[in-house]
Each structure stands twice: as C-alpha cells, then as structure tokens.
C-alpha cells in the first residue's frame, strides 16, 4: 500500500504550501482538506462558517477526512481544527504518516488570516488556538516538524522521513 503523507498544524503553518511542495517532489497528487470542504458546500469556509457555524463546518470536515483517508499514495494537507475531532485522526493515521508542521504562533501572526474565520477578527486568537490545540497535534503526530526557515526546508526534511519510511 501506498501510505498517504498527511499534514497537520495550525492554520497558517503552511500545510498547503509545503504539500504543494511535496506534491511536486514526491510526484504525488495534492488533496486540501479545505478545498475539499469548500467544493461539497459550494460555499467559503468563511461562508460556511457565517451560515452554518463550527458545528456545520467541522462535520463537513470529517466527511473530507474520511474522503481523503480512503486513497491512497497522496499528499493531504489538513485544516488546522482537523485534530479536534479523534475521527478524522483515526481516519487519517490509519491510512498514512502524519506530520505536525509546527510553526511558531509568532511567525503566523504575521500572516494573511482573512480566509481563516477563527483567526481573521482577532490575531490573539493565534496565541489562544495555538495553546489549545498544541497537545492534539504532537498526540497525533508520527514526526514533528518545526518550521521556522522555509516552506522548501520543511518539504525536503518531509519528504527523506517519509521516503525512508514507506521504502520508496
């Protein structure tokens, strides 16, 4: 089987940068959790959260892991909040090797959050997610990746671990 290479992390950690990264170093296909989101509601995550609140997003949320967990031999980068549902994690850590792509709270801050509606009113919140959600992503983590240099660093150290790992 070919186990699947999956990104978890905070929003703005760049999941969906360095998974496109891989993709293109592991010849493998990209799938982003959120985009796959947004294609069922036919809405933005902003505007799934505006009509249908949390609740309404993360269960359309699992319904990507389960989708995504199913193939194998891709790259999955995860919305931020995948780790709060152990679901999605059993889902995802059964079909392949999970990656905490962990960035400083520091280094987010600083970024384009509008697409983000839990951190898009209030660069706080970063700090405050961070800290809630720190213990799920090092629970579900196989390896942890400290992103603090580039998104081409952090995709090349990805990349030999799970090359060495799935014996390709």
């Given amino acids: ?35 796959m989101v947004e294609r069922e509601a036919g809405r933005s995550i902003p505007d799934i959260f505006a009509q249908d609140g949390e609740a309404g997003f993360r269960a359309l949320e699992t319904r990507a ?18 780790v709060l ?7 995802l850590s059964a079909s392949g090797v999970v990656f905490f ?12 959050h509008m697409g983000r509606p839990l951190l898009a009113a209030d660069r706080k919140r970063v700090f405050q997610l961070y800290t809630q959600r720190i213990l799920l992503y090092k629970k579900y983590a196989m390896h942890c990746i400290f992103n603090d240099t580039t998104a081409e660093d952090a995709a090349k150290r990805i990349a030999a671990i799970y090359l ?5």
């Fill in 1 to 35: 089987m070919n186990k699947n290479l999956v990104l978890i992390g905070m929003p703005g950690s760049g999941k969906t940068t360095v998974g496109q990264l891989l993709s293109q170093r592991l010849d493998l296909p990209l799938v982003d959790t959120d985009w």
């Fill in 65 to 82: 892991a389960r989708q995504a967990a199913a193939r194998e031999g891709i790259v999955i980068a995860t919305g931020g909040g995948m």
């Fill in 85 to 91: 549902r152990e679901e999605n994690m059993a889902a």
């Fill in 101 to 112: 792509l962990d960035r400083p709270p520091e280094a987010i801050v600083g970024g384009d």
């Fill in 164 to 168: 060495g790992e799935c014996g390709r």
